[in-house]
DNA sequence: TCTTGACCTTCCAGTCACTGGAACCTCTAT
DNA sequence: ATAGAGGTTCCAGTGACTGGAAGGTCAAGA
């Protein structure tokens, strides 16, 4: 299987595919006209990729996943701390994220967005910091 | 006012406030030394920066709404319309890192995290996409 | 006066995870 | 034979800093 079939199954773009190779998560074999060949294995690691990706694991995360994935005497809890880590970093962005909204709705709501100069929400720049609870 | 006390001040890191000045945010004078002078004005100013940043606005923005801020026959809209794009950004990164706190959120409690290798996470990985809705 | 240590300066390189593009090679179909 | 769709490598850029080296400046104390 060449590298663009890999991109269609996986839903990465080769360009990424080729970058995991660079930084060696993935060791596609060659075939003799150079070319890529993506067999069962690494197509399996690159979706368990694409989805450890999706669920914002970091590059590094998933390197150690995908070890821990291919070692069958791996224990779990070594899996679920990581997870864990990356789930308490998950919440604390999305807590960062609501204050931001709160504060930016609050002032988008106060605005009335016309040709006049006052505005709300630079007033609000101006005076307001984000509040975290 | 010196960089380490305009730091203080605005709560920036003195990196960041050189940083601002590169990519021309902030024009501080200089002293016969060479050091950077910052007045009220350039206070002003990255105060202001650091609170546009702290509610997520990229620096593009930042450079608009300081121009915006600093226009005293700007249109409110103008200012809106920024805010109001952003706002839909941060709402959507909100949406993707709840889908993914979700999926992450089951999977965690699922796994026993002992020594044994079996493991719902790893499975779950491999098996599982993240729902958006 | 000399020295120490805390400032300040510039410049370069690295971060993270790709992404775009140039230049070139290979395969398949017409 | 040629066109076009694939593949390859390598280099540079993204955003918003951050770390570090090498060196200049200043105020206080011995």
């Known amino acids: 299987m060449n590298i663009s079939d890999a991109a269609t199954q996986t ?3 080769a360009k990424t595919i080729r970058y995991y190779e660079d930084i060696r998560l ?7 006209n150079g070319y890529r060949v993506f067999g069962e294995t690494e ?3 690159l979706t368990f ?15 150690t996943l995908l070890a821990l994935y291919e070692d069958q005497s791996r224990a779990s809890a070594d899996v679920k701390r990581i ?13 960062d994220l ?11 709501q106060a605005c009335a967005g016309d040709d006049r100069p006052d505005c709300p929400i630079l007033k609000g720049i101006e ?3 984000v509040r975290k609870d």
């Not at 997870?83 to 807590?95: F, G, N």
């Not at 609501?98 to 988008?108: E, P």
């Open 11 to 13: 839903g990465l773009p």
């Open 26 to 32: 993935v060791t596609p074999t060659r075939n003799t």
């Open 43 to 45: 197509l399996h690691k």
């Open 49 to 63: 990729l694409a989805r450890a990706r999706a669920l914002g694991f970091s590059i590094e995360d998933c390197r």
């Open 83 to 95: 997870a864990r880590t990356h789930l308490d970093e998950i919440e604390a962005k999305i807590a």
């Open 98 to 108: 609501i204050a931001m909204r709160d504060t930016l709705s609050h002032l988008v």
């Open 127 to 129: 005076a307001t910091s």
